[in-house]
């Protein structure tokens, strides 16, 4: 169990502040933004997060910055995430993991170069969620049940923890219901995958399908997904990495499509027979 977190102080980054985030979620520890102790760097019960110069997961001591520099990109999140086995789940389901590892141990030209995008696109994704809670957590000199900062911490840690050991459950209840639509228009073929309505209901049953996508490497091939829509009875439709040849646009003067959003990516349909789903997708 552990009973206090340390990690440094001054500046926070992403990638201590997430593994933070984790600890808090698991163990309600109070947290001291200070460097460690040598005999806080051997007690288990204190957990050392990006400071220390020690990676010894035993000992709940989670620092890269001794690592060489030609070590693959690593930060203190991705060794927590190795240490709770769920490092792989990350890398499948949080796009935002490697760029985090990048970040901090390269540094933002490398990673914008690594990206293929200009340096200045890096902080043009931040927003004022990102640096309020950098911010804020900077400040503090401890932090412990009851502040703020720290059950907002708590969430994020929760929601992570859960979203990481759902992935896999999700894609397996994906794998038993789906169906696969080749959809011939033309010369063409729409490559669609189907979610049926379940009960219960599926949870984020969009997500869900995505999520299938990306862990069995069907990106380059499936054009649509029709799933339960959460808002209301019927499907919604949408394209997959913005398909090209996709616009929903197309079909939101038909009596059965309640919703179309203007850039074409997804409609709303109270349809729910296979053959009109198919129909608009075509």
């Known amino acids: 169990m552990i009973r206090s977190i340390v990690t440094h102080p001054g500046s926070a980054h992403k990638d ?12 309600g520890a109070p947290v001291v933004r200070r460097e460690p102790t040598a005999d806080e760097l051997g007690d288990p019960a204190v957990a050392i997060v990006d400071v220390g110069g020690s990676h010894d997961p035993a000992l709940h001591n989670f620092d890269h910055h001794h690592f060489p520099r030609e070590h693959p990109p690593t930060c203190a999140l991705s060794l927590l995430l190795q240490h709770l086995d769920l490092y792989d789940n990350a890398l499948n389901f949080c796009d935002w993991l490697e760029p985090a590892e990048w970040f901090d141990s390269r540094g933002p030209v490398r990673t914008a170069e690594w990206l293929g995008v200009p340096r200045r696109a890096i902080s043009q994704l931040n ?22 900062i720290y059950e907002f911490m708590r969430i994020v840690g929760d929601d992570l923890l859960e979203h990481l050991r759902v992935a896999g459950e999700r894609i397996d209840f994906v794998a038993k219901q789906v169906q696969h639509w080749s959809l011939k228009h033309g010369s063409q073929t729409i490559e669609t995958l189907f979610l049926p309505i379940t009960q219960p209901p599926a949870d984020d049953p969009g997500g869900a399908l995505h999520s299938y996508i990306r862990a069995k490497g069907f990106g380059d091939t499936i054009a649509a997904i029709v799933y339960p829509d959460r808002r209301g009875p019927g499907y919604g439709i949408s394209r997959v990495e913005d398909h090209p040849q996709l616009d929903f646009c197309q079909v939101k003067n038909e009596p059965d499509v309640h919703f179309a959003h203007i850039s074409g990516f997804v409609c709303k349909t109270t349809a729910t027979s296979p053959d009109r789903l198919q129909a608009l997708v075509r």
């Open 127 to 148: 927003s004022p969620i990102d640096s309020t809670l950098l911010r804020r957590f900077a400040k503090a000199s401890a932090l412990s049940a009851g502040d703020p």
């Open 16 to 27: 201590d502040v997430l593994a933070v985030c984790l600890l808090i979620a698991l163990h």
